[in-house]
């Protein structure tokens, strides 16, 4: 593994988060009611409440329903807000001087965490696919109501594996510390989703199929990370140097890494390519202080 494949491969806890980030994320959810949450973070359900009713208007928890005890599920800005790291007001365009900054999409996908198993004398994997491989017993199954699927791996030290859908963030072009800021924005923000989504599954698989798990999680397979709409690529183009490739898997062609590096190297190169091809002037648009001539024939 390439120090840039390490550096990806870094460790994420749900634990790290701040409180009310965590409640929030619990909530979306909808497994957990809120008395339960109270007991569970020894604090009231008055105050579990106004985080919820907090959220919701930020747009990160959607109510469903009118139902007792009340239900929540992720709004639309459950992981654009807190972009930054803090509770406040999110942003889905990054601005500078009041004027929308131009960004490139990039996509964290293949995202695949892992969590140690602890105890399956208790496991219940009837409804689940299962074969057997030289590291011994493997099953799956896709988890009702989040719809991550999961992966029970090993015999002798099993692990729990989520398989995650894919993390867009718009990064905005930049060059030096402001590009530093925002990849590392950006990875937070994936992290933040990937430990969400592992809580939410290893809650699950102790609740409905007994099998208890111990964190933290770390990556099962280093993410690919792609950004898409690279400046100056051209249609279907396809090929591979060193920790780069570059393909249309998705119809847009983009330029794929798992290295960090690699990643903030691209980033860097987009950068100049955009402001470069920004500062270029047409044959219309140059300054001429003599009229054009023909050279004179000797």
Known sequence: ?????????????????PRPRRIILRLSDGLTPI?????EYHISEQRIRSI??????RNELERIGTFRPVTYRGGPNLYRNGFMGHEGDGHESPVTNGKETATLPV???ALQAKIAVTDLTGADLSGWSTWDTKRGKMACTTLKGSHLKVQLRGTEHPILVVDMPAVSVDVPYADGNGL???ISNAVAMVKERVASNVHVASQTCREKYCIVTKGPATWYRPPEIAIE???GL??????R????WVDSSVGNTEAETDSLPTLHELMSIANRIHFGLSTLATFAEMPMNEPLSLPKPE
């Open 229 to 231: 709409r690279f400046p």
């Open 241 to 244: 140097i060193a920790y780069i």
């Open 107 to 109: 996509r964290f996908h």
């Open 35 to 39: 008395p339960k949450l109270a007991r």
């Open 1 to 17: 593994m390439s120090d840039g494949t390490e550096a990806v491969a870094l460790e994420v806890a749900f634990s790290s988060l």
């Open 52 to 57: 919820a009713k907090a959220a919701e208007k």
């Open 180 to 182: 530093e800021m925002c």
């Open 234 to 239: 051209p249609k279907n183009a396809r090929y």
